[in-house]
């Protein structure tokens, strides 16, 4: 079982930037592809980002191409999310999630282990 925890969230003006983590422990991180979900209020929950289970290939969603990029290290068994440019509509709930295989997906049932999660405020 992986236990999978996020930090780096919080309150930013719009145009700014922040830049999540989220820490793995239990079994080996580099056996398993992770990716970065969010959800908003009243709204269902929406792929953000994914990663390859060594690193190699990676994808994103097109609402935020060219302004969030997701990468890893696993010798330090953690995930990140840097997020740029960041806009009022990407305020959610961030969540990191773990699955058994090594490639990338990009659908939240593909995915066995989830984070709590961590707030993102981006005011206007």
């Known amino acids: 079982q992986v236990q999978l925890a996020e930090s780096g969230g919080g309150l930013v003006q719009a145009g700014g930037s922040l830049r999540l983590s989220c820490a793995a422990s239990?079994?080996?991180?580099?056996?398993?592809?992770m990716g970065w979900f969010r959800q908003a209020p009243g709204k269902e929950r929406e792929f953000v980002a994914a990663?390859?289970?060594?690193?190699?290939?990676?994808f994103t969603a097109d609402s935020v191409k060219g302004r969030f990029t997701i990468s890893r290290d696993n010798a330090k068994n953690t995930l990140y999310l840097q997020m740029n440019s960041l806009e009022p509509e990407d305020t959610a709930v961030y969540s990191c999630?773990?699955?058994?295989?090594?490639?990338?997906?990009?659908?939240?049932?593909?995915?066995?282990?989830w984070g709590q999660g961590t707030q993102v405020t981006v005011s206007a």
């Open positions: 999630a773990a699955r058994q295989g090594t490639a990338a997906a990009t659908m939240g049932r593909q995915y066995d282990y």
């Open positions: 239990g079994r080996t991180f580099s056996f398993y592809a």
């Open positions: 990663i390859s289970a060594a690193g190699r290939s990676t």
